[in-house]
């Protein structure tokens, strides 16, 4: 089993920023992706970007240039630090870890990200 705990969500006022980190633990060595989804009411849960064990990184289209997705392999924590936020990136925000060897994904809990207008 791997556990992930999040942290760093919070209210932060339209054009701010905000760092989300997600430490893992337990059986990670099967774990070579790592990332962040969000999911806003009434809307499905939506990939915001992940980093491959070697640094490769992908991001949704909407986030691009804002958000920053970063890794601590050593640390076995993952980092999103989201810049110029706006009203949409309001949601709650999943860490992720994934093993494509057993194509098997764990879940943290989810910490709140809301923006204010």
């Known amino acids: 089993q791997v556990q992930l705990v999040e942290s760093g969500g919070g209210l932060v006022q339209a054009g701010g920023s905000l760092r989300l980190s997600c430490a893992a633990s337990g059986n990670i060595f099967n774990i070579n992706v790592m990332g962040w989804y969000r999911q806003a009411p009434g809307k499905q849960r939506e990939l915001v970007a992940n980093?491959?064990?070697?640094?490769?990184?992908n991001y949704a289209d909407s986030v691009k240039g804002r958000f920053t997705i970063s890794r601590d392999n050593a640390k076995n924590t993952v980092n999103l630090q989201m810049n110029s936020l706006k009203v949409e990136d309001s949601a709650l925000y999943y860490c992720?870890?994934?093993?494509?060897?057993?194509?098997?994904?764990?879940w943290g809990q989810g910490t709140q990200v809301t923006v204010s207008s």
């Open positions: 992720n870890a994934h093993s494509t060897r057993y194509d098997r994904d764990y």
């Open positions: 980093i491959i064990r070697y640094g490769s990184t």
